[in-house]
T-cell receptor, first 113, second 113 residues
């Protein structure tokens, strides 16, 4: 069975400061992990995915995430937040074949000017 | 912008009504998905179709009935819904089932009165 926990329901940062959105997972398989973003009134968009290759994954819009097996974590980071990053972010775990996707509850990112 | 469209964008229906949600993808994909996004709950996968065959039904009540006439179109037929079925219903598609990026539509906001 798989599960994912997003440790913060809301995160607020100032424009230009780093972003950290935390995600812990549990999986009985070798997991695949994803981060999706959802802007208001829009569908979800894939930011990045980890599929057992490099543990540091780079995604779109300057985001990256590091897979840490020992900590069962897959935190999302960005060095400098932009106003356009304000959205809801979802951490997702699946089995190694991409089946049985399980979504986290989401983290709402607020960016202050 | 997204190659997945959903209609209608908003729907209000009574518990005795019958309505259908429509999803269309213009990406040449072979897998399509229905998700339910409720307030304060994680995104829930409802149904998966791969090459027009239903491959997953996550214990969805029979008042929700999916239909996939071809790889480009996906419907969700609704009848005798309950107020707790009010949610955002998201459609997604991917190249096929598995570790492929899912492209999401903007969703249909359903309110059951």
């Amino acid at each position: 069975a798989q599960s994912v926990t997003q440790l913060d329901s809301h995160v607020s940062v100032s424009e230009g400061t780093p972003v950290l959105l935390r995600c812990n997972y549990s999986s009985s398989y070798s997991p695949s992990l994803f981060w999706y973003v959802q802007h208001p009134n829009k569908g979800l968009q894939l930011l990045l995915k980890y599929t057992s290759a490099a543990t540091l994954v780079k995604g779109i819009n300057g985001f990256e995430a590091e897979f840490k097996k020992s900590e069962t974590s897959f935190h999302l980071t960005k060095p400098s937040a932009h106003m356009s990053d304000a959205a809801e972010y979802f951490c997702v775990v699946s089995d190694e074949y991409g089946n049985k996707l399980v979504f986290g509850a989401g983290t709402i990112l607020r960016v202050k000017s | 912008e997204t190659g997945v469209t959903q209609t209608p964008r908003h729907l209000v229906m009574g518990m005795t009504n019958k309505k259908s949600l429509k999803c269309e993808q213009h990406l040449g994909h072979n897998a399509m998905y229905w998700y339910k996004q409720s307030a304060k709950k994680p995104l829930e996968l409802m149904f998966v179709y791969n090459f027009k065959e239903q491959t997953e039904n996550n214990s969805v009540p029979s008042r929700f009935s999916p239909e996939c006439p071809n790889s480009s179109h996906l419907f969700l037929h609704l009848h005798t819904l309950q107020p707790e079925d009010s949610a955002l219903y998201l459609c997604a598609s991917s190249q096929q089932r598995g570790l492929y990026e899912q492209y999401f539509g903007p969703g249909t906001r359903l309110t059951v009165t």
